[in-house]
């Protein structure tokens, strides 16, 4: 049974003009988001909501070169296993591409091309759901297919798109409350590569870790990769035994962000200078950077910054807090 959100309970705008009708397809095509969906997603149902009003907001007003009377898609499918309704059953779809939206009903899975890459068991089950559905109220038909087959694109994105060749097969979990991975190497996956001119706001992670290991940029607070920055960056990758090509990838992360434990008051660890280089990234004032205490006055920091993203106030650095702190 699909756990389906109605257009009111996701705050859809009303359709500008009438659907066309279609009385049965030949199936389903998947879509990702094409775009960055973050990996905080799995924790945050209200993200979900977010992105479905932006997909629909982006469709109508142009977006897609053409002004749609409404979100492209039938049914957009969460990490929470829970089913937008878009077009919804017996409407024709404007997702799949010219003369290719009577043959399949078109289901969004909220997975994008960076961030959230890998489907979830939830969103695998939400898809799922999803083409049940459309089986039942829309009389489609056995075909499950990517965007990709038969129009030129990247949509759905590899991972999903394996899945969906392999059959879109439903896991074998219940998949209503994925936890996210926070290892330090899941983590470092999920961060961008950065290289010199790059803008982006995780040059500012890269400028508070180093600092944190004892590697002093000029500007800490900058977003821009200028070449003060790749010098520091060979220096520390040459002393971490990594290849110094001065370009920050996964590896680089991995050892910049080192491990990640449960923090708290009193404790005495090397992360507490990681957590202190987030923060000051963040625009907090943690104190010494390179300071391994986690003192009081770092507790109150670490309450001020989780009431502020809307974390639990705890004063411990656990998953969550971690995983947004750096901004995934
Ligand atoms: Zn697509
Ligand atoms: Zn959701």
Redesign the pocket.
């Known amino acids: 049974m699909a756990d389906i959100i109605s257009r009111k309970e996701w705050g859809a705008a009303k359709a500008t003009g009438s659907y066309t009708r279609v009385s049965s397809t030949r199936g389903v095509k998947v879509h990702y988001t094409g775009g960055p969906v973050p990996a905080r997603i799995v924790d945050d149902?209200s993200v979900?909501v977010q992105l479905v009003r932006d997909v629909q907001r982006m469709h109508m007003s142009g977006g897609r070169e053409t002004r749609y009377v409404d979100i492209g898609y039938s049914l957009v499918a969460?990490?929470?296993r829970?089913v937008f309704m878009g077009r919804g059953p017996g409407h024709l779809v404007a997702a799949n591409g010219p003369g290719l939206n009577a043959g399949h009903y078109a289901v969004l899975a909220l997975v994008g091309s960076s961030g959230f890459t890998t489907p979830n068991e939830g969103v695998k089950h939400a898809v799922r759901d999803a083409i049940e559905y459309l089986r039942k109220e829309g009389r489609a038909g056995v075909e499950i297919k990517g965007h990709r087959d038969g129009y030129a694109t990247a949509c759905p994105g590899g991972p999903l798109y394996a899945w969906v060749k392999a059959g879109a097969p439903r896991p074998s979990g219940g998949g209503s409350s994925a936890s996210p991975s926070s290892t330090p190497a899941d983590l470092a996956k999920l961060l961008p590569m950065l290289k010199l001119g790059a803008t982006d706001w995780h040059v500012k992670t890269v400028r508070g870790l180093l600092h944190a290991r004892g590697y002093v940029p000029a500007d800490l607070l900058s977003t821009e990769f200028d070449a003060a920055l790749k010098t520091l960056v060979r220096l520390f990758q040459g002393a971490e035994g990594l290849d110094a090509d001065g370009i920050v990838g996964a590896l680089t992360w991995r050892e910049l962000i080192g491990a990640l434990p449960e923090l708290a008051a009193n404790d005495e660890a090397w992360a507490v200078k990681t957590l202190r280089g987030l923060l000051f990234a963040r625009g907090y004032d943690p104190g010494a950077l390179w300071s391994t205490s986690f003192d009081a006055a770092l507790r109150a920091v670490v309450i001020a910054y989780q009431r502020a993203e809307g974390l639990a106030p705890d004063g411990i650095v656990g998953p969550k807090t971690w995983r947004r702190l750096l901004r995934l």
């Open positions: 149902h979900c969460c990490p929470h829970k």
